[in-house]
């Protein structure tokens, strides 16, 4: 079955410098890929997605790139903030199944 | 809109005892899925419904069912509760049709004891 995995499991950066998350996949049929914040208590929120038809997106300082012939997805965070600390997490969907195989989460730590 | 609401948020129960949790999806939103949080493990696959059908199914005992009603809010039940149960309980709900994103509900804490 899909197998998703994510590294590194925790990372620390200094507030202002920017962050890295890695994931691959292992089904070549997953379309979608969602990326989910979790902070302490509540639940995971979907933070930016990118479709197995485009390579990469941004929304203000949060990017997503995808290579589908590696099958690996990373994130990216720019100018990272304290509130920025929290599990993220990737996620594969292949779109047959209709269900999200996740990464084992990163911890992030912002350093003020 | 309203969002994803799971109830209860908490709940203790023992060993052998069931359970039975509840989910109402955003509204027009057809497909609810259900995940087991826990440190150990991560995020885990239970199952997925669509117009009141089970779609999906995870890698998880018997134990753990659930179903979708009309309006498409929907339950998951374990009977015969085990200590390795204990877990946050998570679900989500998209449109279903493989074109859109899931929203995750605020989930219910289960400890058995």
Known sequence: ?112 | KAGVTQTPRYLIKTRGQQVTLSCSPISGHRSVSWYQQTPGQGLQFLFEYFSETQRNKGNFPGRFSGRQFSNSRSEMNVSTLELGDSALYLCASSQGTGRSGYTFGSGTRLTVV
């Open chain 1, 1 to 112: 079955g899909e197998n998703v995995e994510q590294h590194p499991s925790t990372l620390s950066v200094q507030e202002g410098d920017s962050a890295v998350i890695k994931c691959t996949y292992s089904d070549s049929a997953s379309n979608y890929f969602p990326w989910y914040k979790q902070e302490l208590g509540k639940r995971p929120q979907l933070i930016i997605d990118i479709r197995s038809n485009v390579g990469e997106k941004k929304d203000q300082r949060i990017a997503v790139t995808l290579n589908k012939t590696a099958k690996h997805f990373s994130l990216h965070i720019t100018e990272t903030q304290p509130e920025d600390s929290a599990v993220y997490f990737c996620a594969a969907h292949a779109g047959g199944a209709q269900k999200l195989v996740f990464g084992q989460g990163t911890r992030l730590t912002i350093n003020p």
